[in-house]
């Protein structure tokens, strides 16, 4: 029997944002999930992880930031996207039955995921879906500091092609966070996962990821 995706609308401050919400008969846990910065939660990447980890018995919650909801291009600051988050992981432990509740994020919805905890923000773990380390060609100006103070298990699975993390620089990154980080790469994939001369559709790669990242809240569960 196919799980039932359902409409949520969360409030944030003055604004509202819509969320996604699919749970299984019998989850273990909650995985909440935040798009990258340039596509919003509908994105088949999204979809197709989200519709997998139904699968493995992962209830999971995915949204829009402000700035997707009203259209814009550009991502919200810090500030917003973290009050963002908090608002989001309240609304995720409502809908619960108690299981631990997870953090998770593509690139940009990631790192802010990240920077929320590191604020305070309550959550069983974090998994990162291609953290962005630094931009494109700028491996001098890390996104780093943060990620010290921060005591849950992470998850990052990472592509080894992936512009925005160089292989060395993030091994390096998570040795330095210390036992609770665990990095996993993905063999030839991209920022997206997508890897040359593999052809597959956006939910298809997205949907893939998803017995890693189970496996990993199950560890840790």
């Known amino acids: 029997m196919p799980n039932t995706e359902t409409s949520v609308t969360i409030t944030v401050g003055e604004t509202d944002v819509s969320a996604l919400y699919i749970r299984p ?6 995985l909440v999930v935040a798009h990258g910065a340039g596509a919003g939660m ?21 949204f829009n930031f402000p700035y997707r909801e009203a259209g814009r291009r550009f991502p919200d600051r810090p500030p917003l996207a973290i009050a963002t988050w908090r608002a989001v992981m309240d609304k995720a432990a409502g809908l619960s039955d108690g299981e631990p509740l997870w953090a998770a994020g593509k690139s940009f919805g990631g790192r802010m995921a990240s920077m929320a905890v590191a604020e ?20 001098e100006k890390l996104r780093d500091e943060h990620l010290y103070g921060v005591t849950v298990p992470m998850l990052f699975l990472q592509g080894t092609r992936d512009t925005f993390a ?4 993030l091994e390096a990154v998570v040795e330095k966070t210390g036992p609770t980080a665990t990095l996993q790469w993905i063999e030839g994939g991209d920022h997206s996962f997508a890897v040359k001369g593999v052809k597959r559709g956006a939910a298809e790669i997205g949907a893939s990821l998803a017995p890693t990242v189970a496996s990993f809240l199950r560890a840790n569960a």
């Open 25 to 30: 008969t019998q989850p273990f846990a909650t």
């Open 120 to 139: 305070g923000m309550s959550a069983h773990g974090l998994v990162y879906l291609g953290y962005p380390l630094h931009a494109p060609g700028k491996p």
């Open 166 to 169: 160089t292989p060395e620089l």
């Open 42 to 62: 509908e994105h088949p990447f999204l979809q197709g992880f989200a519709e997998a980890m139904a699968d493995q018995d992962v209830a999971t919650l995915r």
